[in-house]
């Protein structure tokens, strides 16, 4: 009687032994996979850094900008800093400075004009690459400011605007000399 318990379990391990290979068998006949040839996932490249720079073209160094900018132009897109400002020789303040004569002029120095503390902390003379600067976002070259002007984004319309201002002086600051046309 107690063998035969015994060769029933005996018999069952076997059994679950027996049924263990055969599942790891035909497992293996039914997930093999050819060998790897390279050992690990296959990650997808970094992207070039080149295509970012397609994505976003380079802004064209402003002398080169300069050299073919137009004034008559530069003079029709001061249309929207008119509100604000005077162009004209002799012109006082309105909302903003005048601004004949500023370029190669002390940033924030009209006398009279209320500037903010930034305009008057930012020190240095307004030069080409510093309107340009200020000309696209005004308030991330002068941290603070109060000109409310959201800035020009188009370069080469900044370009034309600073071309417009090197006229309005009675001694204009020579261009950059890339920029000769
Ligand atoms: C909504 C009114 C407004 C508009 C529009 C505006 N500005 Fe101004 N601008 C100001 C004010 C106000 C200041 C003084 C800023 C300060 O003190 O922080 C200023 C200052 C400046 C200065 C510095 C002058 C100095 O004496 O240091 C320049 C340069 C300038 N603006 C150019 C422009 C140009 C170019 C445009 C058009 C593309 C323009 N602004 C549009 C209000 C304006």
Known sequence: MFSFETNKIAGAIL????????LGVIGQ???????????????????EATEGAAATPA?????????????SKGEASTKAC??????????????GPPLYG?????????????????MKAKGGDWTYDDL?????????????????FAGEPDPQKRADIIDYLHTLSDSPVPLPAAAAK
Do not use: W
Request: charged residues 15%.
């Open 29 to 47: 006949m039914i997930f093999s996979h050819p060998p790897l040839v390279k050992p690990g996932y296959d990650l997808p490249a970094p992207a």
């Open 59 to 71: 802004v064209a160094p402003l002398p080169a900008r300069l050299a073919k900018a137009d004034v």
């Open 102 to 118: 500023v370029v190669g002029r002390p940033k924030g120095s009209i006398p009279g004009f209320a500037y903010s503390d930034a």
């Open 15 to 22: 059994g679950s032994l027996l049924l263990a290979m055969g």
């Open 132 to 148: 340009d600067q200020f000309i696209a976002n005004p308030k991330g070259f002068v941290n603070g400011t109060k000109m409310a």
């Open 82 to 95: 008119q509100a604000c400002h005077n162009f004209e020789k002799g012109a006082g303040p309105k909302v």
